[in-house]
């Protein structure tokens, strides 16, 4: 039954015969990447701040003109860790930062002079870019490092099998050899056999032509055979 987004589902677990309640949020259930994003935006805003807060220290000289570009520090992380949205928000607050404190006159966001607007826009559009690879470079990261786990992951199933079978073939090794070592046992006792068989009979056969008197044969009823 669904009951709204702040709706809580208690789920019994059994554990001895015992019902355990857990309360589990829908909500967090629903969109778990959701309170990430929100610390994405966040941190977008206190990166911008640090490299403003930086770039005054190093204003006027040290860097010059390039220090617009100072803000890729945080633009690139953020696209890194939180994805696209919190990166085209850092890119905005900082093309909105440095022309607040940087741009003459300063501390002003009205029309400035129309020299700043290529390299404003050369810079809107390099952040883009970079977010867009900074993202790009995740997603292939995490696929080329799915993709390593699962070889592994191959790797070691196939090591485990290689396993099962060494030892298949050591126990019906075991069992060839046991079958073997009974096979030439009940080879040596026929032959004992069929040597005392053949003494007995050459034994009887001299026996019955050495003797002296004949020998009848004659069945139950005493008729000779």
Not at 70 to 90: K, N, Q, T
Not at 116 to 133: E, K, R, T
Not at 180 to 190: G, P, S, Y
């Amino acid at each position: 039954q669904h009951c709204g987004k702040r709706c809580v589902r208690r789920i019994f677990l059994k554990k001895r015969g015992f019902g355990l309640p857990v309360k589990i949020n829908n909500q967090a259930l629903q969109n778990p990447r959701r309170s990430l994003r929100i610390w994405g935006y966040v941190l977008a805003v206190v990166l911008v701040a640090l490299c403003t807060w930086i770039k005054g220290l190093l204003q006027p000289d040290l860097v010059g003109a390039a220090q617009v570009y100072m803000y890729f520090l945080a633009i690139f992380p953020i696209a890194w860790f939180f994805g696209i949205g919190p990166a085209l928000l850092a890119s905005a607050l900082s093309l909105l930062a440095y022309d607040y404190y940087f741009v003459p006159p300063a501390f002003s966001l009205l029309p400035k002079n129309v020299m700043v607007i290529p390299a404003a826009l050369i810079f809107l559009i390099s952040s883009m870019l970079l977010s867009y690879l900074g993202l790009s470079l995740k997603q292939k990261t995490a696929l080329a490092l799915k993709e390593v786990r699962a070889r592994k992951e191959v790797e070691a199933k196939l090591v485990e099998n290689q396993e099962h079978l060494e030892d298949l073939v050591r126990t019906r090794t075991v069992e060839l050899e046991k079958k073997n070592i009974e096979l030439n046992i009940e080879v040596a006792e026929r032959k004992q056999s069929e040597e005392a068989l053949r003494e007995n009979e050459a034994k009887y056969r001299n026996l019955f032509d050495t003797m002296a008197q004949g020998i009848i044969y004659h069945d139950a009823e005493g008729r000779a055979i």
